[in-house]
């Protein structure tokens, strides 16, 4: 099956500093999203990609489509302790409606205040 | 704003029991899936549904796991023989199809705990 590649597994961050997470893949998507994940919560929706080369902006989130469709880039910009979460890449070919998510391992993010 | 809903919140079986983990999807989708996370683990994919049929199912879904939509609002994922390994967070999603969307919203999850 597909494989998304997630990195950094984890990163420590101060307070205001951005922050930077990446996902790719063997094979295409069409769709990329990127969800948050709070402790014994379900993942949240943060920024839904579908185009290859799109920008998209939410707040201070910013993420991008890569243009091979192979991969996609989340930024964090002025960090605050609220951020602190289990950040997941997710990769949706849409063949058909209704297709399977494939998520990424997912970036432990910590923010010291 | 209109939510995923999954009850129980957390449910504790012995081996070899059934479990049903119930979902109430967001009232104007039309798919609706069910994935589950191993602890400290990525989200996995389970099955997908529409039309009152299972449209797609990963290999993790065998003929152990069963999903039913009984009536116009719940989705259920029945788990016929409970193992250990079935030990896990389950996270029932919905979308709708309108053009280009086509965005997955998960419930807070049922938290299985299989002994």
């Known amino acids: 099956g597909q494989q998304l590649n997630q990195s950094p597994q984890s990163m420590f961050i101060q307070e205001g500093e951005d922050v930077s997470m990446n996902c790719t893949s063997s094979s295409i998507f069409n769709t990329w999203l990127w969800y948050k994940q709070d402790p014994g919560e379900g993942p949240v929706l943060l920024i839904a990609l579908y185009k290859a080369g799109e920008l998209t902006s939410n707040g201070r989130l910013t993420a991008q489509f890569g243009i091979t469709r192979k991969d996609s880039f989340l930024n964090i910009s002025a960090s605050i302790p609220s951020d602190v979460g289990i950040y997941f890449c997710a990769g949706q070919l849409r063949e058909t409606s209704g297709s399977r998510l494939t998520f990424g391992e997912g970036t432990q993010l910590t923010v010291n205040p | 704003e209109p939510e995923v809903t999954q009850t129980p919140s957390h449910q504790v079986t012995q081996m070899g029991q059934e479990v049903i983990l119930r979902c109430v999807p967001i009232?104007?989708?039309?798919?609706f899936y069910w994935y589950r996370q191993i602890l400290g683990q990525k989200v996995e994919f389970l099955v997908s549904?529409?039309?009152?049929?299972?449209?797609?199912k990963s290999e993790i879904f065998d003929d152990q796991f069963s999903v039913e939509r009984p009536d116009g609002s719940n989705f259920t994922l029945k788990i016929r023989s409970t193992k250990l390994e079935d030990s896990a967070m389950y996270f029932c999603a919905s979308s709708r199809d309108r053009g280009f969307v086509d965005t997955q919203y998960f419930g807070p999850g049922t938290r299985l705990t299989v002994l």
């Open positions: 009232s104007n989708h039309l798919y």
């Open positions: 549904f529409y039309n009152n049929e299972i449209s797609e």
